[in-house]
């Protein structure tokens, strides 16, 4: 079977770059959803794909419904039902059966399409082409994202730890103050014994190997700690550690209402570190050249002083 679907990906690939097939535009029958989320209707992919009969191209469609549950995937998800009413030339009114198609859909149609049809090779082409290319957008808007949490959770804890500091806790004593939150977070496990179950090396940072799950609920346990130390104005070293960890306890028991996983669980990430580093140089190349601009600006404003 997969050295049939080669053949043709390879066939289908080979006439485009001759120019002896003309490519088929699946881009223009692309559309969007009230919540942002892209989809084809079947009923205007059906031509593009060489169906000029709507009963044979939905044996294609069940076809690839049956492959989307042997992969795994939800069929209601990617081949939602839908329906439009179209008026017949009697007057009465008829509903089309129609389906609003993930990416994912139309791969899988593709691939359970008609093998002879010149359209169907030019769509496996397309659609592993476009899939790949959309799951390496989607990994990067992720890591983006990680990284702009990674961001703002050092941030916070800055604020954290100019509260903590008002609130009386000494500088000594910062890690017991920092580990009680842990503690109420992560259910009784201090920072040490977190990265011993999840295999982190003892020198390297926590929240640099945390994904975003695990970085928002700390980043919720760092601002909300701050929020009622500063709010309820905590004063003692006693208090404000215990507050922490009651926070932390706060947070996990919402964690496990909503049936989270818990944090302790979730698995590590590769280190961001290297990432937030090169945005650092960044950052530092763009404002040094800013400073040159500014100066050269400077200097050519005085020449004509």
């Not at 169906?51 to 939602?80: L, N």
């Not at 089309?96 to 399409?113: F, K, M, P, Q, V």
């Not at 309820?232 to 947070?251: K, P």
């Amino acid at each position: 079977m997969a050295k049939k679907e080669d053949t043709h990906n390879a066939a289908a690939a080979a006439a485009l770059a001759a120019g002896t097939a003309q490519p088929i535009d699946f881009e223009s029958i692309r559309h969007l959803n009230p919540y942002g989320m892209e989809y084809w209707s079947a009923r205007e992919l059906a031509p593009l794909l060489g169906y000029s009969k709507w009963e044979r191209f939905e044996g294609a469609i069940k076809r690839a419904m049956i492959a989307c549950t042997q992969v795994g995937g939800i069929v209601d998800d990617h081949f939602p039902a839908t329906g439009r009413t179209v008026r017949l030339g009697s007057g009465a009114e008829r509903v089309l059966t129609d389906y609003a198609l993930s990416r994912l859909a139309c791969y899988l149609i593709a691939e359970n399409g008609d093998p002879r049809k010149p359209e169907i090779a030019q769509a496996q082409v397309y659609f592993v082409v476009a899939t790949r290319q959309n799951e390496l957008r989607q990994l990067g808007e992720q890591r983006d994202e990680r990284l702009r949490l990674r961001e703002r959770v050092s941030e916070n804890n800055k604020k954290l730890a100019e509260a903590a500091h008002g609130a009386g806790v000494l500088s000594r004593s910062f890690g017991v103050f920092q580990n009680a939150g842990y503690r109420g977070l992560y259910g009784g496990l201090d920072l040490g014994a977190i990265k011993a179950r999840k295999g982190i090396g003892a020198r390297e940072d926590l929240l640099d190997r945390s994904g975003r799950a695990e970085l928002a609920a700390n980043d919720f346990r760092i601002t909300q700690t701050e929020e009622r130390l500063r709010k309820e104005g905590i004063i003692g070293q006693t208090r404000a550690i215990d507050t922490h960890q009651e926070v932390g306890q706060t947070v996990r028991r919402a964690i496990e209402e909503i049936g989270g996983t818990m944090p302790e669980d979730l698995p590590p990430e590769h280190s961001i570190k290297p990432l937030i580093e090169a945005r650092r140089r960044s950052r530092k190349k763009a404002d040094s050249a800013h400073e040159a601009v500014s100066e050269t600006e400077s200097q050519q404003g005085r020449l004509f002083d």
